[in-house]
């Protein structure tokens, strides 16, 4: 999946993020709280850490 420099629109539920390219859904994520959007901060996905023993 390739969107990096794409603008794409973000639509808010209650419960869930849904985040579409034109027409096309790419994404649903669940919210982690129910307080107002105050900002929205996007990074690009990154592998999971190494844990340290």
Known sequence: M????HTVTVESTDHT??????D???????????LPIAR????KPEPPRPLRR
């Open 2 to 5: 390739m969107h990096a420099g």
């Open 17 to 22: 993020f849904r985040v579409y390219d034109g």
């Open 40 to 43: 929205f901060k996007v990074r």
């Open 24 to 34: 096309e859904l790419l994404t649903e994520t669940g919210r982690t709280t129910t």
